[in-house]
């Protein structure tokens, strides 16, 4: 380490730098444990933070970070003298899962990729589809340069001789800081192009990518075999979120046992998160290095002084976390999926005490049944038959009978549809149900309160092609 900044996350004093400080129990609340968030230790924090990984570096305010400043912090990236054999195993020491939402182990991946017959090609997915999710295009926007040297050691890993960057171009901060970080770096090792990605849910999904790429549109599909053996063109394809992708970047550099310096044991690593919803600053993207409990993130970076009504854990096709049982609970991937509520993509998004959930869960699943492929029945016919009866459900005095239609709805489309939107959209709706159940009795004798701020949507459209 000689001549190099200690790797992010340490300080001189040692591999765990302290904190940035700043000014109904049901499934989730029975496996993942309850903590008291005020005295739980766990390491967290935003852009420029101390103690941070992937965000450590310039603050927030300073924008996109330059090259000379990115390698004055980490060192450059010798990939020369090492076998993609060797990053592979790098890689699987360090227990790497994918930040995307699957959490599958990325060496098995590499590896798969690696091994299959054809020219390799690494697909970085940054198009984020979830509406309110921000930490990929927060690495965009402010850590390009972390972006593109993951990408460099995925593409050295599996033999690949081509990077594709799939984003929205719409997004403009993000693709400004991307080009201008690509003009500063001459003669990369391997060809690097921007596609951008339609703006749509399903757009994301690694399927879509690959049909988006091979010109027969971003719409998810049954394949014979996985895309990471016959992906693109029938080529080997590594599709992989920005952060896992940027992970890459620090884990080539510090070695697999940094890298399980932070995290669980069962799914180590640092993690990003979004928060949304009521809370201080929408759409702010902080780092969690230890399994803290949710509250106490909330508390610090959300500016709550206390649990909310409900957190919307995982996205848009997420689940619904009672407020009490979701503060006590640690955040954690491992413990959390384990719990029937996945981090996902790591959005966060918390409902406040004066909204109704109901009406912001109908609100959302009118949005999904938009979002359709449009490819099969649960997705024609069952979101929208679904998302209206959720909005007779959330109206002012619903009864028993329109409850019993949408348990049968959920039932109808949970796990049958051609890809994971129908049963990402049942999972948020009966989560909903188990959630808000006492809001749901007051309905049927007073009425809706207002539907929840903070839930950004964009306007539903077409086919998906």
Request: proline letters at 9%; hydrophobic letters at 45%; glycine letters at 14%.
């Amino acid at each position: 380490m000689t001549g190099r900044a200690a790797p992010p996350g340490r300080s001189s004093a040692g591999p765990r730098a302290a904190p940035p400080e700043a000014g109904g129990p049901g499934r989730v609340g029975r496996a993942a444990g309850r903590l008291d968030p005020a005295s739980a230790p766990g390491r967290f924090g935003v852009a420029g933070a101390p103690g941070t990984r992937l965000l450590a570096g310039p603050p927030l305010a300073a924008g996109p970070e330059r090259l000379a400043s990115h390698l004055a912090r980490l060192g450059p990236l010798e990939l020369g003298s090492r076998t993609p054999e060797s990053l592979r195993a790098e890689v699987a020491a360090s227990g790497l899962t994918g930040r995307g939402g699957g959490q599958f182990p990325v060496a098995r991946k590499l590896e798969t990729v690696a091994r299959s017959p054809g020219r390799a090609l690494v697909v970085v997915n940054s198009s984020e589809g979830e509406p309110a999710s921000r930490k990929d295009r927060t690495l965009l926007e402010l850590r390009p340069h972390l972006l593109i040297d993951g990408a460099l050691v995925a593409a050295r890993a599996t033999g690949a001789g081509e990077v594709v960057v799939y984003l929205h171009r719409h997004r403009r901060a993000a693709t400004a800081a991307l080009e201008a970080a690509l003009a500063e770096r001459e003669g990369l090792p391997v060809a690097v192009r921007v596609v951008d990605a339609p703006n749509r849910c399903v757009a994301g999904e690694s399927t879509a990518v690959v049909g988006y790429l091979e010109g027969s549109g971003a719409l998810p599909a049954r394949r014979p075999r996985p895309v990471a053996s016959a992906g693109v063109g029938g080529r080997p394809t590594l599709v992989s979120n920005a952060e896992t992708v940027a992970h890459l970047a620090l884990l080539a550099r510090f070695g697999p046992a940094w890298f399980r310096g932070a995290g669980s044991v069962d799914q180590p690593g640092s993690t990003l998160v979004t928060l949304a919803g009521q809370v201080a600053l929408p759409g702010l993207v902080a780092e969690v290095l230890d399994p803290l409990p949710l509250g106490r993130l909330l508390a610090t970076v959300g500016g709550l002084d206390g649990p909310p009504q409900a957190v919307l854990v995982g996205g848009y096709e997420g689940t619904w976390v009672a407020g009490e049982v979701a503060w006590a609970t640690p955040l954690d991937r491992g413990l959390l999926a384990a719990a029937g509520a996945p981090l996902g993509c790591g959005l966060l998004a918390v409902l406040g005490a004066g909204a109704c959930g109901l009406a912001t869960t109908a609100r959302l699943l009118r949005w999904l049944a938009g979002e359709s492929a449009g490819q099969c029945g649960p997705c024609v016919h069952g979101l929208p038959a679904l998302a209206r009866a959720f909005a007779d459900l959330a109206g002012p005095w619903s009864t028993r009978r329109d409850e019993r239609r949408v348990r049968r709805l959920i039932a109808e489309v949970h796990g049958r549809g051609a890809c994971g939107h129908p049963t990402g959209a049942a999972i948020l709706a009966e989560s909903a149900l188990e959630a808000f159940a006492g809001e749901l009795r007051r309905h049927r004798r007073l009425g809706c309160p207002p539907v929840a701020e903070g839930f950004p949507l964009p306007v539903a459209r077409g086919s998906g092609r």
